[in-house]
């Protein structure tokens, strides 16, 4: 069993960048793929990032490209995201997702991630 907890998100102004971290329970979280997601209000949950186990091949959503970048720290079992220029359409609860079986044909899925963690709230004001 995999805990992931995530932190970082918070009450900001339009044009604001953010840090989300998202922390792994297990010291084998080389093993996993790892994604963002993120539900805004009323909203199905979507598809932010994800990154491979290695750290070295990123995937994006459409909409958040040139904004998100993830990465990753295997030795701190952590991953992060860093949002540049926030915009109100950001708004939402932000979700980090492992999965021990990724591939990259169904990444965007959210049905693909073993383990998820509880979320962070990022709001964006204008």
């Known amino acids: 069993q995999v805990q992931l907890v995530e932190s970082g998100g918070g009450l900001v102004q339009a044009g604001d960048s953010l840090r989300l971290s998202c922390v792994a329970s297990?010291?084998?979280?080389?093993?996993?793929?790892v994604a963002w997601f993120r539900q805004a209000p009323g909203m199905e949950r979507e598809f932010v990032a994800a990154?491979?186990?290695?750290?070295?091949?990123?995937t994006y959503a459409d909409s958040v490209k040139g904004r998100f970048t993830m990465s990753r720290e295997n030795a701190k079992n952590a991953v992060y995201l860093q949002i540049d220029s926030l915009k109100r359409e950001d708004t939402a609860v932000y979700y980090c997702?492992?999965?021990?079986?990724?591939?990259?044909?169904?990444?965007?899925?959210?049905?693909?991630?073993?383990?998820w963690g509880q979320g962070t709230q990022v709001i964006v004001s204008s």
């Open positions: 990154i491979r186990r290695s750290g070295g091949v990123t």
């Open positions: 997702a492992a999965s021990a079986t990724l591939i990259t044909s169904t990444l965007r899925m959210a049905t693909q991630y073993q383990y």
């Open positions: 297990t010291s084998t979280f080389s093993r996993y793929g």
